[in-house]
């Protein structure tokens, strides 16, 4: 004789059909339901008030960044204490904005100059305005950034320069090192 064990008992949901195993499903479902529609909506609200931050446009763009070598022989180039720089900065937003100050790690200090007077002095300039979707071009010639005391870097391939703008904030290039007297 083989001893057969007793059927388990029906459960109580399945006992009383499909629509209350339904029921159990939709209670089970519904708090993880609820939890993922409010964090949508409240990450939606989020999204929409700003607070994701948004796409910052590319305002500034720098066309020409070198830097001419002082001398040919690191001998010359020891004895010159400035170097000149060559820029072009264009706006590409639709109001102005201001170059304040030009950094670099190759120099004790950046100059913002105008162009030189009569006997070659150049004033000191606090800023230099680059007009709504224009453009300004830094020279030895005219306006400039100076590079005051640089260390060598004749025999580098760049310079590496931050432009520091009222509205644009940090611009950083590698201005190319060129002959002397060259853009």
Do not use: C, K
Request: proline share 9%; charged share 10%.
């Amino acid at each position: 004789m083989t001893a057969t064990a007793p059927a388990p008992a029906a459960s109580p949901a399945r006992a009383g059909g499909g629509l209350a195993g339904l029921a159990e499903v939709v209670r089970a479902a519904a708090a993880p339901l609820i939890s993922a529609t409010l964090i949508t909506a409240l990450l939606a609200a989020w999204v929409v008030s700003g607070g994701a931050g948004s796409v910052t446009r590319v305002r500034i763009q720098i066309t020409l960044a070198a830097v001419p070598m002082r001398a040919y022989l690191a001998s010359r180039a020891s004895a010159i204490h400035q170097a000149p720089t060559y820029l072009t900065v264009r706006n590409l937003s639709s109001r102005p904005d201001e170059l304040l100050s030009v950094r670099s790690s190759l120099a004790r200090h950046v100059v913002l100059a105008g162009p030189p007077g009569p006997h070659g002095a150049r004033p000191t300039l606090s800023g230099l305005v680059v007009p709504a979707h224009g453009s300004i071009t830094l020279s030895p010639l005219s306006d400039d950034a100076v590079l005051l005391d640089p260390a060598r870097y004749e025999s580098q391939m760049t310079v590496p320069l931050t432009l520091v703008f009222r509205h644009a904030g940090q611009v950083r290039v590698d201005a190319m090192v060129t002959a002397p007297g060259t853009p």
